[in-house]
Every structure is written in structure tokens, then in C-alpha cells.
T-cell receptor, first 113, second 115 residues
Framework: KNQVEQSPQSLIILEGKNCTLQCNYTVSPFSNLRWYKQDTGRGPVSLTI?????NTKSNGRYTATLDADTKQSSLHITASQLSDSASYICVVSVKGGSYIPTFGRGTSLIVHP | DSGVTQTPKHLITATGQRVTLRCSPR?????VYWYQQSLDQGLQFLIHYYNGEERAKGNILERFSAQQFPDLHSELNLSSLELGDSALYFC??????????????FGEGSWLTVV
């Protein structure tokens, strides 16, 4: 069964600090992995998209890594800001003609001043 | 603003009723996706349409149906509503059908409360 597990479930950090969120998946065959940021009550916003051959992808202060051998990904947030407080969702899609994503439950990040 | 428009933003209805959620994709986007997000299930993929044709089905109940019209807007129909159908329903769009290169843009969602 295709699954995406994210950890930690929630995280509280101080403004200016760095943090790393984890995503482990069992989705196969793998096509791509996406990280989304979702503010409470809003639609998710795409941060990064990575394919099998990509190890690292950056988007400003967000850096995602992918290890396709161990089926793990991480999202590193540098110099956190209050506006980073949100849920971060990892989504993995299967390879093939159809787009069928499997979503993680997300990591809830709270950044305190 | 993602460019994806969803209506209504909020909807309260009774069990057993039927509702229709509407989605206008970003200008030029041919793909429309529907998702359901509930507190206990998280985000779940429901269905994907590309240029009017159904491309993929996820965890969509038989009581739910969707379609994409020639002008590319889409509707999600929910019938025989149950309390457990209360959720935030998202529509999203992208310019292409599949593949890692297609950024998917989400609307702000339609909050459905079934009482």
C-alpha cells in the first residue's frame, strides 16, 4: 500500500532558527515528490517538486532533499520567520499515465517570536 | 492569489441533501483536480480531469461525481450527504496532464458543513 509518513507531527521553534521536516514514503513506482505549504484554512502552495534524479531543490529559504534509495525526503527551513508558521505537506506521485498522489498528514510548524 | 476560483466559499446543508461545488481553473490550464481535506483524514485526492476527460480517480465515493465542461470549469456534485462529508474541498489546476513538471495551483477551498 502506498503511504507517506511525515515527522514530526508538530514542531515549535523560535524565529530565526533553522528546522528540518522529514518525509518517508513507500509509494512505488516513484514519479515525483512535492512539498507544499498550507496556511490554516487556505489552499496548499507548492514549494518544490523533485524527480527521481534530483537530490536537492531550493526555493528561497526552503531546501528539499530526496534520497530515492532510502525513500526519504526532508525539507529544511533556514532562518525561520513568523510567516513560516503553517502545515507542510509531503506528496508523492506514482509513475505512469495517471496522476494519483499520496499525501502525508503534514507537519504543523509554529514559529514563535 | 493562485488564479483558481472556487464557489461557494462556505456551505451549510442538511444530511441527505445534494450540493454542487464549482471551480474555475487558472486561465489556460487544462487540468482540474479535486481534493477533500478533513481533520481526521488529511488531504485526499478525489478526481482529475484533463480537457474535459476524466484522467484519474482517487478516493471518490460513488455518491460524488464531477465533470469538466467545454469552457474548462469543473463541478463537483455531492449527493446523499452524510455528516462525515463535512470537509474542506479543494480544486486545483495545472497546465498539463501529468508529469513532474506541472506545478499544481490550489484554490482557497469550499467549506462544506453537513448538519
Amino acid at each position: 500500500k502506498n503511504q507517506v509518513e511525515q515527522s514530526p507531527q508538530s514542531l515549535i521553534i523560535l524565529e530565526g532558527k533553522n528546522c528540518t521536516l522529514q518525509c518517508n514514503y513507500t509509494v512505488s513506482p516513484f514519479s515525483n515528490l512535492r512539498w507544499y505549504k498550507q496556511d490554516t484554512g487556505r489552499g496548499p502552495v507548492s514549494l518544490t517538486i523533485m524527480t527521481f534524479s534530483e537530490n536537492t531543490k531550493s526555493n528561497g529559504r526552503y531546501t528539499a532533499t530526496l534520497d530515492a534509495d532510502t525513500k526519504q525526503s526532508s525539507l529544511h527551513i533556514t532562518a525561520s520567520q513568523l510567516s513560516d508558521s503553517a502545515s507542510y505537506i509531503c506528496v508523492v506521485s506514482v509513475k505512469g499515465g495517471s496522476y494519483i498522489p499520496t499525501f502525508g498528514r503534514g507537519t504543523s510548524l509554529i514559529v514563535h517570536p | 492569489d493562485s488564479g483558481v476560483t472556487q464557489t461557494p466559499k462556505h456551505l451549510i446543508t442538511a444530511t441527505g441533501q445534494r450540493v454542487t461545488l464549482r471551480c474555475s481553473p487558472r486561465s489556460g490550464d487544462l487540468s482540474v483536480y479535486w481534493y477533500q481535506q478533513s481533520l481526521d483524514q488529511g488531504l485526499q485526492f478525489l478526481i482529475h480531469y484533463y480537457n474535459g476527460e476524466e484522467r484519474a480517480k482517487g478516493n471518490i465515493l460513488e455518491r460524488f461525481s464531477a465533470q469538466q465542461f467545454p469552457d474548462l470549469h469543473s463541478e463537483l456534485n455531492l449527493s446523499s450527504l452524510e455528516l462525515g462529508d463535512s470537509a474542506l474541498y479543494f480544486c486545483a489546476s495545472s497546465s498539463v496532464s501529468t508529469g513532474p513538471g506541472n506545478t499544481i495551483y490550489f484554490g482557497e477551498g469550499s467549506w462544506l458543513t453537513v448538519v
